[in-house]
């Protein structure tokens, strides 16, 4: 069974940093792409940073380019987003998503499996 677990989340103050962690069992990481997706309220939910699977290619959306860095450890089955000068606009749910076939690896109908979401707030 496949599972995705995010933790990591908090309230940090305008260029803070924060690292998100998403823990997945049931199957074998470097096989999957990996991507962290955020949903602010009122939004839609966008893609932050994803990963191809056995690293060949990574997409950052242009807003966290320089600042978030997307990066996976397959012997702790763990997938971070390192994130460096927060801001207000970066407050969110993130979730982390897995798939071993994205067909376009920035789109979350892309990915069938899903973590529960860790909540990032930006607040001075």
């Known amino acids: 069974q496949v599972q995705l677990v995010e933790s990591g989340g908090g309230l940090v103050q305008p260029g803070g940093s924060l690292r998100l962690s998403c823990v997945v069992s049931?199957?074998?990481?470097?096989?999957?792409?990996i991507g962290w997706f955020r949903q602010a309220p009122g939004k839609e939910r966008e893609a932050v940073a994803c990963m191809h699977s056995g690293n060949t290619g990574t997409y950052y959306a242009d807003f966290v380019k320089g600042r978030f860095t997307i990066r996976r450890d397959s012997a702790d089955n763990t997938v971070y987003l390192e994130m460096n000068s927060l801001r207000p606009e970066d407050t969110a749910v993130y979730y982390c998503?897995?798939?071993?076939?994205?067909?376009?690896?920035?789109?979350?109908?892309?990915?069938?499996?899903w973590g529960q979401g860790t909540q990032v707030t930006v607040s001075s």
């Open positions: 998503a897995a798939d071993p076939f994205p067909l376009r690896l920035d789109s979350e109908y892309s990915y069938n499996y």
């Open positions: 049931g199957f074998t990481l470097e096989d999957y792409a």
